[in-house]
């Protein structure tokens, strides 16, 4: 390689580190932002069972369990990046539908106390429907982004 094109290329390296740094330090602070809400959610659930208030803070509690559960796929998705240096689709799809998921279990449990509110009921049943038509499409998105993948040559093989 000639010395022109190795001068070329430093930038590139360069730039190929820093990302690497910044991708291990948000992975490190997903990660332990995953830990103290997992334990935070953990102290939650045993203050509600001594205190006898599990039905009251379940769904305060669930909220933050998938919110744990978003948090790790999107540490997955920090160190797929790490690994190939590429960005891979379905994870971000699948935090997506954690995210469309946990909203809606949140609206059905609190849906409750607005059941006399007709206006507010409405957008809420609208809400609820937009949130389970995305979570088909992300469905969809997925299943094809998995048989697509068997169309796909083995990495390395030419496509012409």
Known sequence: MSEKN???LAPARFLKRIES???FAIAIVLALLAVLLLF???QALY???IGGQIRDQAIEILDSVLLVMMTMEIVYTVTLSLESHKLVAEPFLVVGAIAAIRRML???AESTKIENQPVL???TLIELGL???TILMIS???YILRRSANFLPPSGEDLT
């Open 47 to 49: 203050v509600a069972v």
């Open 40 to 42: 935070s959610s953990g």
């Open 21 to 23: 740094i910044v991708l």
């Open 140 to 142: 969809g998105s997925v």
């Open 106 to 108: 949140v609206i059905t």
């Open 6 to 8: 190795e001068s070329a």
């Open 121 to 123: 009921f409405q957008s």
């Open 131 to 133: 949130l389970a038509v």
